[in-house]
C-alpha cells in the first residue's frame, strides 16, 4: 500500500480557553494521525501544535480508581456521530472498565452516498469549515460501507467482536450520549449505504439516562453533564472527535463516583424497529 501525499496542515479549531487540570497545554488532535495518514511526524513544529495521543486528555489518578465499582463490561465503546442528513464522522474511543484509561481510538471521516458533489461541498464547508478541517475531511473521507469494514476490522484486532460469534460485543457496549445515534441514525444509514444493520448496533447504554437516575438530576446534553459535575469542555463543540472525548470524561467521572454502567436500550434482530429501555424514568 503506497503511502498518502503530503496532507496541508488543517487549521488549529478554536478551543473553549478551557484547559483539563494537569493536562498542560491542550492541543487539538491530528486528526489525519487520528486517521492513521498523518505523514507529519518527523515534523517538530507539526508536533508541537498538535496532539497524537488520543489518551492525553482523558487521565484518570490511580486515587480516583479506587472508587470505582465492579462493572459487568470490560470495556466502553464512546461514540458520538456527526452528521444529520447523512453520517459524516464515526469516532469511537474504546474505555477500559477497570483502569479507565483509553485502549485506543477510532476515527473515520464519511463520505455521504447519496448525495450531489455541489451539495456535499456545502454541507462539508457548513459543518466543517467553521473548525477549519475540511481539507481533512476532503483528504480522507470514505463511504460508510467502507468504515464499517474497517470498523469490524478494528474490533476483531481488539477481541471486542468476531463475525463467527454471533456479530455482538464481547463484554463491551456502546456509550452514547442519547438514543439518536444508535436508535435513529445508524439504521438510516445502513438502509442509504445498502448494509445490513450489524448485529453490534442492537444494544447500548444513553449515559443521560444512568446519569439522571445515578445522581437523580437532570441533564439533557452534554454541555448540561460538564457544566452540573464541574468538567471543563476542552475542543470544539460539534466535532465528533472533541465530543466523543469530552463523553467519555464524563463517563469517567461517574465511574469515578460509583455509578454502574448497564444496558439502557437495546432491540431484538427479528424485530429491529422496535427499542425497548431498561429505565422508567429517562430522557
Given amino acids: 500500500m503506497s503511502s498518502p501525499p503530503q496532507p496541508a496542515r488543517p487549521d488549529q479549531p ?65 461514540l458520538d456521530l456527526e452528521g444529520k442528513v447523512e453520517i459524516l464522522e464515526f469516532p469511537v474511543l474504546i474505555i477500559d472498565a477497570k483502569s479507565l484509561s483509553v485502549v485506543d481510538l477510532f476515527h473515520r471521516f464519511v463520505r455521504p452516498s447519496q448525495m450531489s458533489e455541489t451539495r456535499v461541498n456545502e454541507y462539508i464547508e457548513g459543518k466543517y469549515g467553521k473548525f477549519g478541517v475540511d481539507r481533512v475531511w476532503h483528504d480522507t473521507a470514505i463511504p460508510f460501507e467502507e468504515v464499517i469494514g474497517e470498523f469490524e476490522t478494528w474490533l476483531a484486532q481488539h477481541h471486542l467482536w468476531a463475525k463467527e460469534q454471533g456479530g455482538k460485543l464481547n463484554r463491551a457496549a456502546f456509550v452514547t450520549c442519547g438514543n439518536w445515534d444508535l436508535k435513529t441514525k445508524v439504521p438510516q444509514q445502513c438502509k442509504v449505504s445498502r448494509v445490513k444493520l450489524p448485529g453490534y448496533f442492537m444494544e447500548w447504554i444513553n449515559l443521560k439516562d444512568v446519569y439522571l437516575n445515578f445522581y437523580h438530576r437532570e441533564a439533557r446534553g452534554m454541555m448540561s453533564m460538564m457544566r452540573q459535575l464541574d468538567i471543563s469542555v476542552l475542543g470544539s463543540h460539534h466535532l465528533g472527535l472533541d465530543d466523543t472525548k469530552n463523553i467519555a470524561r464524563v463517563l469517567q467521572r461517574m465511574l469515578v463516583n460509583g455509578a454502574v454502567m448497564r444496558i439502557t436500550a437495546w432491540r431484538s434482530p427479528k424485530s429491529p424497529d422496535r427499542v425497548q429501555f431498561a429505565y422508567q424514568n429517562r430522557i
Fill in 14 to 78: 478554536p478551543s473553549t480557553g478551557i484547559h483539563a487540570p494537569g493536562a498542560g497545554r491542550w492541543r487539538p488532535m491530528c486528526l489525519y494521525h487520528a486517521q492513521g495518514k498523518c505523514t507529519m511526524m518527523d515534523d517538530p513544529i507539526h508536533l508541537e501544535k498538535f496532539n497524537h495521543n488520543a489518551a492525553r486528555d482523558l487521565q484518570v489518578s490511580a486515587a480516583d480508581l479506587e472508587h470505582v465499582c465492579p462493572q459487568d463490561l470490560d470495556h466502553f465503546l464512546v
